[in-house]
C-alpha cells in the first residue's frame, strides 16, 4: 500500500500509483453486472446477471489479469475515463473522488474491513446470478428497478 494511508485525500486519482488505484476498488462487484441500454432513450439499465468472471461469493474476477482478452466489452476503468462511464455506481470510490466527494465509511480503505462493504449491503454478494445461466434473450427479466 501507500506511504501515505489517505493517499485518496491528498492525491488526484492521475497521480496516483497502480497499487494506489487498485486499492480504490472497494469490491462491491456492481460494476460487472450486465447492462442493457434503452434503445430508444439511450438510458442504461442495470440487471442482476454479472459477468461469468464475477465470483458471485467474493466478488472479485477469477481471471483479473485476462479479463480484457476473455471479455472484450469488459471497460478498464482509467483514471482519465472515469467521468466518461455513466453507468458506474454512485456508490464507487472512482466515481465519488472524480466529483470531489469522500469514500465512504464502509470502503475498506475507511473501514479497515472488507467485509463491511457486504455489511453495508453495497455489495452484489448473493444478489446476482451468472451470465453463463442466463439466455441471452432472456436478459430483460432481469432488470433492476
Known sequence: MADDERFWEKKPLLAMSGEEWESLCDGCGQCCR???????????????????????????????????????????????????????????????????DELPWWHPLVSGEQASVAAAGISVTGRVISESEVDENELGYYLID
Not at 34 to 39: G, R
Not at 46 to 71: F, G, I, K, P, Q
Open 34 to 100: 450486465v447492462k442493457l441500454e434503452d434503445e430508444d432513450s439511450g438510458r442504461i439499465h442495470a440487471t442482476l446477471v454479472v459477468c461469468r468472471l464475477l465470483d458471485s461469493a467474493t466478488c472479485r474476477c477469477r481471471d483479473y489479469a485476462n479479463r480484457h482478452e476473455l471479455v472484450p466489452d469488459c471497460v478498464k476503468l482509467e483514471p482519465a475515463r472515469i467521468t466518461e462511464i455513466p453507468w458506474l455506481p454512485a456508490t464507487c470510490a472512482y466515481r465519488l473522488l472524480a466529483e470531489g
